[in-house]
């Protein structure tokens, strides 16, 4: 399998929205599978949105579940998903595989419930928290056009925000 | 030949101390890499990594007019350095508590024998005058793991010192 070219900051296609997928047909199986193997390809990326390799429809694939201790669904490959519930928020540090040497302290919910298609188009609906939720938002946001450098936040303000605090 | 220097200058804080150092240095084709900049009491304080071509000499004389109006203090070295060196933190210490002497040296000392490598620390003292206390936070790189300082640090918490080391896990996505 081919690895695809991975878009790099500040290349503004990263910034576009992505569209829906309408279509679920051979050419997006390829896609996909081609997707999951540059993410693999990565330095150690637990996900990749497809407009990160300048394909713009709503396609993201998480797979957190090499992590020890880390509540996880396993590998998940999701189309034209959607956060339909947010809950809490806790800061945590990211990097992302198109801003290289770079890591930051980003917001993110604690708590989400997402709603999705697997890669043939059947229904998917999770509960997902903690570092799986992370990645989720930060993949999501791509779909968006946004990058966690839109969201960094100081380490000055981590007494402020942390979790007692609501 | 280009060379990098860390560049730190320190004087009674006042609007403009960035804006007038750094357009002085960017007229001198100076270039800056990592920089830290924050006031400390009634001082603002400057560290920056700059690359310039114009040697100590060439950046002092590019600074002299701002440093003369500003009254700051300079103080030049030049290093090794680049960009794209910075390690990525795996652990954050936060600790608090009544302000008394010692707080950050015992922190540290236990700290570091337990393998911490400190990248970023900063502390700052808060609450009442009568009652003041002290904040201490600090990002770092755990070479003997994140255990090994919970349980150096252990000791600190009977002794009246709120002390929080959380694992930074990083995500790459």
Not at chain 1, 53 to 67: C, K, M, Q
Not at chain 2, 63 to 85: N, T
Not at chain 2, 151 to 159: M, S
Request: hydrophobic letters at 45%; charged letters at 25%.
């Amino acid at each position: 399998m081919s690895v695809l070219n991975i878009l790099v900051y500040p290349d503004e296609r990263l910034r576009r929205i992505s569209e829906p997928v309408q279509v679920f047909d051979g050419a997006l199986q390829e896609k996909i599978d081609a997707l999951e193997a540059t993410r693999l390809a990565g330095p150690g990326a637990v996900g990749i949105a497809a407009p990160q390799t300048d394909w713009l429809e709503r396609v993201l694939i998480v797979d957190v579940s090499g992590r020890k201790k880390t509540a996880s669904h396993g590998h998940l490959i999701l189309v034209n998903p959607e956060i339909t519930e947010w809950e809490g928020h806790v800061l945590g540090r990211e990097g992302c595989l198109s801003v290289p040497d770079y890591t930051g302290n980003v917001l993110r919910a604690e708590k989400i419930h997402l709603d999705a298609l697997d890669r043939d188009g059947n229904p998917l609906s999770f509960d997902m928290e903690g570092f799986e939720a992370r990645a989720i938002q930060h993949e999501l946001d791509h779909l968006d056009g946004l990058l966690f450098l839109d969201r960094l936040v100081s380490r000055r303000q981590d007494l402020f925000q942390r979790k007692n605090y609501k | 030949m280009t060379d990098w220097y860390m560049l730190t200058l320190v004087g009674k804080d006042q609007p403009g101390i960035v804006a007038k150092v750094t357009s002085a240095l960017s007229g001198a084709g100076c270039n800056l890499g990592e920089t830290s900049m924050i006031r400390l009491g009634d001082n603002f304080t400057v560290m920056m990594l700059v690359q310039s071509e114009a040697g100590e000499s060439g950046l002092r004389e590019a600074l002299e007019p701002v440093l003369a109006a500003l009254s700051l203090v300079l103080h030049i070295d030049a290093v090794q350095a680049g960009l794209h060196q910075r390690p990525v933190p795996d652990v954050r210490i936060l600790v608090h508590g009544a302000d008394r002497i010692g707080i950050v040296s015992r922190v540290t000392t236990l700290a570091a024998q337990a393998g911490l490598n400190i990248l970023d620390l900063e502390s700052d003292v808060g609450g009442g005058e009568a009652d003041p206390i002290y904040i201490l936070q600090i990002e770092g790189v755990a070479a003997q793991g994140v255990e090994a300082i919970q349980q150096a640090l252990a000791p600190l918490q009977t002794d009246g010192v709120k002390v929080d080391v959380q694992p930074i896990e990083t995500l790459i996505g």
